[in-house]
């Protein structure tokens, strides 16, 4: 098979695939305790880039679900993986371990130098010796897999477990890891399809910032501005624009509208670059915000703190007003 006919094979197979947020109790922002019937198993929703391992001709190619090869980025697991018979396609996802042994997405954007501890998981095969596996039950692929996959220190295979969906939220949260992907064990492959069958939960990290200022929109807050107090001092952190509806966003507008001051409160602005998330807040963004009194907190969920002491990927939860704003501190 020519790497032609297995790269357009292999891009059929994954555009597309199956991620569905399932069985979520709006309420409590929870998934049930284990998603409606079948035989379900866990596995850690790693932080890195998703890339599909390709063995044609004698040769592995590393590649993003668009086509870009990253054999260049990653030439020790490409030669880690060569081992792999031909015509076969391993799904999996690059990530970077920081030195606590969690996986840094912000360590694999820079990724740099060849001490950053780069490994791939393993956590599907499409095809097996250029015979098509897609068909073939979930637990019965990762059996194939499992007998492919020689792992080592570039290359290992998510493992998937059983146990009950409360046990796995607890071990997520209590090591900082970023969710749970569940996915029934008796599933097929079937791309560009929202069944169910796999169900992801992001568990961010979430604290307390105080509101220093916000952006107006016509429904009144469009995003806001928040930090954190080190010392006497109000550092920016980000600005959230995500979680609200158009009755909250009138709702914080008319906590915080007498608040109004001309004078910004954060010591670390304006800020010369943006920065690659577009969190840094520089002095033409700065022209935007109406600057208030920081006396109001709200609580903020979010995946992890930059290099910059940034934010990345915000959510509004709801404002504080049980706590000091004095107080509010990094957290993590």
């Not at 198993?41 to 590649?63: F, N, P």
């Not at 015509?87 to 969690?102: F, H, L, M, P, S």
């Not at 520089?282 to 709200?298: F, H, I």
Request: some cysteine; aromatic content about 10%.
């Amino acid at each position: 098979m020519s790497f032609g006919h297995l790269l357009a094979t292999v891009r059929l197979l994954s555009n597309g695939l199956i991620v569905a947020i399932g069985n979520r109790d709006i309420r409590t922002n929870k998934l049930d305790p284990r998603p409606a019937g079948g035989n379900w198993l866990y596995e850690i929703k790693l932080d890195g880039w998703r890339l599909e391992s390709v063995k044609t001709a004698g040769k592995v190619m590393l590649h993003s679900r668009r086509g870009k090869s990253f054999n260049s980025q990653f030439r020790d697991i490409t030669n880690a993986l060569n081992y792999l018979p031909d015509d076969t396609v391993v799904d999996g996802e690059v990530v970077a371990i920081d030195e606590n042994g969690r996986p840094n997405f912000n360590l694999l954007q820079n990724f740099r130098s060849a001490d950053t501890n780069i490994q791939y998981f393993a956590f599907d095969i499409l095809m097996h010796k250029g015979k098509e596996l897609t068909r073939l039950p979930l637990s019965q692929r990762r059996q194939v897999l499992a007998s492919v996959i020689k792992q080592d220190r570039y290359v290992e295979i998510s493992e998937a477990s059983d146990r009950p969906l409360s046990e796995m939220v607890k071990f997520v949260r209590e090591h900082g890891l970023e969710g749970i992907v569940a996915k029934r064990g008796d599933s097929v492959y079937q791309p560009g399809l929202r069944t169910g069958l796999w169900c992801k939960e992001r568990l961010n990290r979430g604290q307390e910032f105080v509101v220093g200022g916000y952006v107006p929109s016509h429904l009144g807050v469009d995003s806001l501005v928040v930090g954190f107090y080190r010392g006497k001092d109000l550092y920016y952190a980000t600005r959230v624009r995500a979680g609200f509806i158009p009755a909250t966003r009138l709702k914080v507008f008319e906590a915080i509208k007498h608040l109004k001051t001309p004078i910004c409160p954060f010591v670390n602005l304006p800020e010369k670059e943006a920065g690659r998330w577009g969190q840094g807040l520089t002095a033409e963004k700065m022209q935007d915000c109406v600057w208030v009194v920081p006396e109001v907190v709200a609580q903020i969920d979010f995946l992890e703190w930059t290099g910059a002491n940034h934010l990345r990927h915000t959510k509004f939860v709801g404002l504080r007003d049980d706590k000091d704003p004095r107080k509010v501190v990094r957290e993590t």
